[in-house]
């Protein structure tokens, strides 16, 4: 019977499709009231931003009934020849405007510190949350995806706070004062105005389901021309390798063209919203124009008050035509809010216990018992499996591809969690310490090692980041690499590219030897991390291997026969099942599975 996971090793696993974009409700205030939970920090600058916007909206209104009431104070028959009206109005109008000015400027420079400090965070949480993802997230997550949403999805997300919401706080302000202004003046025309409401909020409602879904289709199309770059720039030397330049060439076209069908399918929507505000606009001026032309005629109305009423008017309808144009850029915004937001929601399949401890300091005492494991639910990849590595072993993994080896690996650093059964370390079940504590005592070589844009030096300081040069130049001569590495263009200074272009492959890999001898690791996993290294270097590696396995224990990954003939257990592995162990001579002296692998290698030359 597989022994009772304790309290600490209760998993939630959440499944999830994250290519299914679901066809939700239009964007909602509370995506907005979200979004602006991000300016709390910056609550100051926030405040003086909305007081400085409203006012704005305010100053304008003023400049209009200054400017009307310069026009009726210059035309009045009983100012005829004054000329210190006309100087009063353009110094009322002036000291308007200049104030106007001065309210745009710092309410332009506030908006910009703070969408860029909400930016700032908003991406600082995305990577942090990307970190504490599993394994699995990464393996369901393509790279354009994610990048997408941490570069061009954050971008409108700061357009959103820096222009379209302050901008249409302003217009906002600015009708809503007019209107104030033109219910002051007369409230005949201003009720005829006011009928237009009920139209206008028929387009929004009209056009705000369309809109907001042509937005979240243009938004994951251009995901998916993101990943689609990503993956080529990835796999290049396939593409060149298997002459696939104009079959991927046609596939990426073919992915641009949607993006721009879908693109133009959301201009065409935002083509007819704007122009029919703008149509309605037009028509109620036009209205407006022969009621209070026909009620001036009978003195219902004065020449003052329409004029007022007329200036007041093009600032109202001139909001709504405003508000429809940042209505399409506010989807855009929010569309990218949403995503973003979407990324952040997702919570890691499992992650620490509340009560996980961290992990002493280890002998590396390793214990499978009874381990169950599936990537996905229903199709096992390790059944039943039970052995023991007892501190400073080499336990060799040898099986077919597909056989469990990598898996082993994944749950003994914790890169993923046993589905049953117990995996413990010195007798700590894994699922009750940290993450981070077993990884600090635990060493990494992979067959495809990763370098990070920067120096040798630098890379293999990944290990231990406090080393200094002399500890990493005495990690180095230990594994008998140090002169391979200082025969280097710049020696260990030398600057690698991305993943490590710039240097072959055995250097690579020789970096990541000397990275992890540094860490000085009491739990080491050699995954195929010699496949790339030439006979000559091999046999170099061997000795310095000799001495990085001795007193820890390691696990190692190979196909090479070299590398796993002085292990004190080799574990041959079959779809996921334990089939045999023992010592490299045991098992040829037994004649089963692990012999015929022997014989096989030996044939083909590859246990040399």
Not at 21 to 40: I, Y
Not at 347 to 370: C, M, N, T
Not at 582 to 588: F, K, M, N, R, S
Request: aromatic content about 8%; overall charge neutral; some cysteine.
């Amino acid at each position: 019977m597989s022994p009772n996971p304790s309290p600490a090793s209760a998993i939630t696993v959440v499944s999830r499709d994250p290519e299914r974009e679901e066809d939700r409700r239009p964007l909602t205030l509370a995506l907005l009231r979200r979004l602006f939970s991000f300016t709390r920090p910056y609550r100051g600058k926030r405040n003086w931003l909305f007081v400085l916007t409203m006012l704005r909206g305010a100053q304008l209104v003023a400049m209009a009934w200054a400017l009307a009431t310069a026009i009726h104070a210059v035309c009045d028959p009983a100012n005829a020849g004054d000329g210190r009206v006309v100087w009063m109005a353009a110094l009322g109008y002036g000291g308007v405007a200049l104030l106007t000015c001065f309210t745009f400027h710092f309410r332009q420079r506030l908006a910009l510190e703070l969408g860029e400090s909400v930016v700032h965070d908003l991406r600082g949480l995305l990577f942090g949350h990307l970190l504490r993802q599993p394994m699995s997230f990464f393996h369901r997550w393509k790279l354009g995806r994610v990048l997408s949403r941490v570069t061009s999805d954050v971008d409108l997300v700061r357009q959103g706070v820096q222009e379209t919401v302050f901008v249409a706080i302003v217009q906002l302000g600015q009708g809503l004062w007019a209107a104030a202004v033109m219910l002051w003046y007369d409230q005949v025309l201003f009720a005829v105005v006011f009928a237009l409401v009920p139209i206008v909020h028929w387009l929004n409602m009209r056009f705000r389901a369309s809109l907001s879904r042509s937005w979240r289709v243009v938004q994951e199309s251009f995901s998916r021309v993101t990943a689609t770059v990503a993956e080529s720039v990835n796999g290049i030397r396939v593409t060149q390798g298997f002459a696939r330049q104009e079959i991927n060439g046609g596939l990426f076209r073919a992915l641009v063209e949607d993006h721009g069908r879908f693109n133009m399918d959301q201009a065409r929507t935002s083509a007819l919203y704007v122009p029919l505000l703008e149509f309605k606009t037009q028509l109620w001026i036009a209205i407006l124009m022969v009621l209070g032309g026909w009620r001036a005629l009978n003195h219902d109305v004065s020449v003052d008050t329409l004029l007022h009423f007329f200036f007041q008017a093009n600032l109202l309808f001139g909001s709504m035509l405003a508000l429809g144009n940042i209505y399409t850029q506010a989807l855009s915004a929010m569309a990218g809010a949403e995503r973003v937001f979407k990324l952040i929601d997702t919570e890691p399949e499992w992650q620490d216990a509340p009560d996980a401890r961290p992990l002493p300091p280890i002998s590396g005492r390793v214990v499978f018992d009874r381990v169950c494991f599936s990537y996905e639910p229903g199709r096992p990849v390790l059944q039943d499996l039970s052995f023991v590595a007892e501190a400073g072993q080499t336990i060799a993994l040898v099986g077919h591809t597909g056989s469990g080896k990598s898996s082993i690996i994944n749950l003994i650093a914790k890169f993923y969690q046993p589905d049953s059964g117990t995996l413990t370390i010195d007798g700590h079940d894994i699922r009750a310490v940290t993450g981070d504590s077993l990884h600090r005592q635990m060493g990494i070589v992979l067959q495809v090692n990763f370098l990070f844009t920067g120096s040798v030096l630098e890379n293999i300081r990944v290990g231990k980041p406090d080393a200094t040069d002399a500890q990493i130049i005495a990690a180095a001569r230990a594994l008998d690499c140090l002169d391979l590495l200082e025969a280097l263009p710049d020696g260990l200074n030398t600057v690698v590219g991305e993943k490590g272009a710039g240097i072959s492959l055995g250097q690579r890999q020789l970096v990541c030897f000397t990275r992890a001898m540094l860490a000085d690791p009491r739990i080491l996993i050699l995954d195929e991390a010699t496949s790339s290294v030439d006979g000559l270097t091999e046999a170099r590696l061997q000795r310095a291997l000799a001495v990085l396995l001795k007193g820890r224990t390691s696990f190692v990954v190979a196909h090479r026969l070299s590398t796993i003939r002085h292990a004190d257990q080799v574990l041959v592995l079959d779809h996921g099942r334990l089939i045999e162990r023992g010592t490299h001579v045991d098992l040829l002296t037994q004649g089963g599975i692990y012999a015929g692998l022997y014989r096989q290698f030996i044939t083909t030359g590859a246990g040399q």
